[in-house]
């Protein structure tokens, strides 16, 4: 029993001894243990303000490194062109309701899903399958434009015994003007707007998301035309055009054909194109974007070979660039001479016979349209 005692008062001195020691260290694991906490906590917190674009520190050259990380990561098949790289934080910045921004780049800029309708009219084509749809691009601000279009070409939708619909596509501008736009579109109908910013780089951009409406919300159209909004259309000649034998109803791509031009490398030139964005020399044949005509099953093909193509600002160009990469070629019209640049004089003979002209304003296309439809002889 003394034994017993013996060792148990030894075993209680070791114990003693080891507790004495456990408390020394104690107070000094507790401090590490906090000073982790609170390193994890501060790790934490500055993955998130890092992960946050909207911070204005966040603007600093180094912090972009880390916003590129970032991006990086959280993309799928990204290829991002340094041309662009200053057009998706002025969208960002400019687009004010945060579902109306891209959760995350698909392929690049101009490709059209990244984008979101703001102003819609799918019932366009709900209604009635109609034989052409007229693709409008114009700006926000041209009122002007779209007024004289719907008094002359686009107030025609049954053309030669055909169904015609136009409409116009706009982008964002950095103005307030929401409300004026919604109001046009609730009195007139034919306003698509995309929340991409509405500028002369981010043409490619608003024609590809053309190409997206006409693929999700009028597939079933047999033609589409995109055709700028500066432009004089003899909506009759066109719809007598495209009735002809010869005029195929698939991959089908016409209007002015551009051959062998050369890819403007002068960084004074608007339509200056780095050798980043398009390597060639030479563009493929593409239609000059003032007005080409194509069959519907286009615009479908172009959304989808459009992910692996770079993109620059020249939009017809581009169009071209897709058209190649499908093995196509775009087709000269029946009537070339029909398809013209811009008008030196109005001639009441020649407006009957031609289907395009570049014009000055929005008043002369008014004027050569009341003119031209007059009764009596043309020629």
């Given amino acids: 029993m003394e034994d017993q005692k013996t060792g148990l008062g030894g075993n209680g001195l070791k114990r003693q001894s080891v507790e004495s020691q456990c408390c020394q260290k104690k107070p000094s694991l507790h401090f590490w243990f906090i000073f982790l906490l609170l390193l994890c906590l501060l790790v934490f917190i500055l993955c998130f303000y890092l992960s946050n674009g909207s911070l204005s520190w966040w603007r600093f050259p180094l912090h972009r490194h880390y916003q590129w990380f970032f991006n990086k990561s959280n993309q799928i098949n990204v290829s991002v062109h340094p041309k662009y790289e200053v057009i998706i934080p002025e969208i960002y910045e400019t687009t004010d309701p945060p579902t109306l921004r891209p959760k995350s780049i698909q392929y690049h800029q101009a490709y059209p899903r990244n984008y979101h309708f703001i102003i819609d009219n799918p019932e366009t084509c709900q209604k009635e399958t109609p034989f052409l749809v007229l693709m409008v691009p114009v700006e926000p601000s041209n009122v002007q434009a779209r007024y004289a279009i719907r008094q002359t070409w686009g107030n025609e939708s049954l053309v030669q015994e055909k169904l015609v619909a136009t409409l116009f596509m706009l982008g964002r501008s950095g103005e307030d003007d929401s409300e004026k736009l919604k109001q046009e579109n609730l009195q007139h109908h034919d306003l698509i707007q995309s929340d991409f910013m509405d500028t002369y780089v981010n043409l490619t951009i608003k024609t590809m998301v053309i190409m997206d409406w006409l693929t999700t919300r009028c597939r079933n159209a047999t033609y589409a035309m995109k055709i700028d909004s500066d432009m004089f259309l003899n909506i009759d000649n066109l719809v007598i055009m495209l009735q002809k034998a010869e005029i195929p109803t698939k991959e089908y791509l016409t209007g002015m054909l551009m051959w062998n031009r050369p890819v403007v490398r002068s960084k004074d030139s608007k339509w200056y194109v780095p050798e980043e964005m398009f390597l060639d020399s030479e563009y ?14 286009l615009p479908e093909k172009f959304v989808n070979v459009s992910k692996d193509i770079k993109p620059f600002n020249v939009e017809d160009a581009y169009i071209g660039v897709c058209m190649k990469k499908l093995g196509l070629s775009p087709t000269s019209p029946p009537n070339p ?43």
């Fill in 284 to 297: 493929p044949t593409y239609t000059l974007g003032m007005g080409y005509i194509f069959s519907n099953d």
């Fill in 337 to 379: 001479s029909q398809f013209k640049t811009y008008n030196t004089k109005y001639n009441r003979c020649e407006y009957s016979q031609i289907i395009t002209y570049i014009l000055g304003s929005p008043q002369e296309l008014v004027n050569y349209w009341t003119d031209l439809k007059k009764p009596g002889p043309h020629c």
